[in-house]
């Protein structure tokens, strides 16, 4: 079965500030990675997907990229904003396509 | 389109009543999941269906749980009888094709059961 982990578990960073949130899986046998963001309360909403095939997906100020070699893809989001708090979720699909496998996430605060 | 609709938003009922979770997909979507979400265990999937057929249901816990799709635009996720280890969030997501194109997630339900 697909184990997905994300580190760290929380991050605080100024506003202003470029950061890197990491997502690492076992099976490197992927149809795509997906990023999601969720905020207190609510449910997720997809960011980014990066098919198989490719190395980045960009969308704003947010840029993905999956290296499936090493099982690894980072969010890199480029000037933080206050208004980028939430917790970030990577999944990946199974071997079958039909469902998802979710990390941990990781819990932003960008401070004003 | 309105995207998932999930009822109701909150939920309060003591251990040992029965609960039942209600969910709308997205127009035209094949798949449909049920989740989990609590702070010790993060999300888990607790079934999935396609085309209104249940797929896998491993992950629901045991079986006081219970979920049914008897159409395209409906689907309800039942607990009976509830307990108190039940409390969590439990979100429903709908999409084409399974995991090869982006869940779109309702608001999710919130649990406490007492």
């Known amino acids: 079965k697909q184990e997905v982990t994300q580190i760290p578990a929380a991050l605080s960073v100024p506003e202003g500030e470029n950061l890197v949130l990491n997502c690492s899986f076992t099976?490197?046998?992927?149809?795509?990675l997906q990023w999601f963001r969720q905020d207190p309360g609510k449910g997720l909403t997809s960011l980014l997907l990066i098919q198989s095939s490719q190395r980045e997906q960009t969308s704003g100020r947010l840029n993905a990229s999956l290296d499936k070699s090493s099982g690894r893809s980072t969010l890199y989001i480029a000037a933080s904003q206050p208004g980028d708090s939430a917790t970030y979720l990577c999944a990946v699909p199974s071997n079958t396509g039909n469902q998802f496998y979710f990390g941990t996430g990781t819990s932003l605060t960008v401070i004003p | 389109d309105a995207g998932v609709i999930q009822s109701p938003r909150h939920e309060v009922t003591e251990m040992g009543q029965e609960v039942t979770l209600r969910c709308k997909p997205i127009s035209g979507h094949d798949y449909l999941f049920w989740y989990r979400q609590t702070m010790m265990r993060g999300l888990e999937l607790l079934i999935y269906?396609?085309?209104?057929?249940?797929?896998?249901d491993s992950g629901m816990p045991e079986d006081r749980f219970s979920a049914k799709m008897p159409n395209a635009s409906f689907s309800t996720l039942k607990i009976q009888p509830s307990e108190p280890r039940d409390s969590a969030v439990y979100f429903c997501a709908s999409s084409l094709a399974g995991g090869l194109r982006t869940q779109y997630f309702g608001p999710g339900t919130r649990l406490l059961v007492l």
């Open positions: 269906f396609n085309n209104n057929v249940p797929i896998d």
């Open positions: 099976d490197s046998a992927i149809y795509n």
